[in-house]
């Protein structure tokens, strides 16, 4: 685990490659926004990666790409104008702001969860979670990675907090049980890949009833 709760240095490399997996690319992009340190690292990635790219043998192109390219241009002869924010959420981070959200979704006591309609990868896909103050989720461990980054408030498992920007890298090898340690509801955007495994032979009964 990341002891100050950044990305991997590889995970934040392979984002400024444009490796990362969509879901995983939002949670990263939305961790980003919070910690302008880090974004600016990963622009200087891309930086060196444009720099390496320049030094590259060119490969011809056939005689009328550039014909084709400006004859498509010309048939567009509107205004650019930038499409509106597609959801009703002004607290979430920019990056954030350009996809749909689904209806909030009751999943235990305190606890709901919303669609982010961003692109998936296989069973992997991003969700808003949001846990009211003093309450956690079930004790569980995960069937592939999960991805979660603090946008308010503040959460803390058995051996660690979470707050503002704070990212949480969890797999199946992580068994935790988040609960709020801020006065204001926790609202975290989650990349999660597959369904969550309630621990114990209560979660064992209650994991056909909770679907993030």
Known sequence: MNPNHNPSEERLA???AGALSPPEA????????LRPANDAWVRRLQTVGGAFLEET????????ALSHTLARIETDAGEAIAPPPLNDMLELPQPLRRYALGPWRWIGPGVRARDVHAPRDGACRVILLKIDPGRETPRHTHVGVELTCVLTGAYATETERFAVGDLEEADPAVL???RVVSDCPCLCVVALDGEIQLDGW????MQPFVRL
């Open 14 to 16: 392979a984002y400024a």
């Open 26 to 33: 939002v949670v990263v992009a939305a961790h980003l926004a």
């Open 202 to 205: 209560f979660g064992r009964l």
């Open 176 to 178: 935790h049980q988040p």
């Open 57 to 64: 043998v060119p490969i011809a192109v056939s005689d009328d």
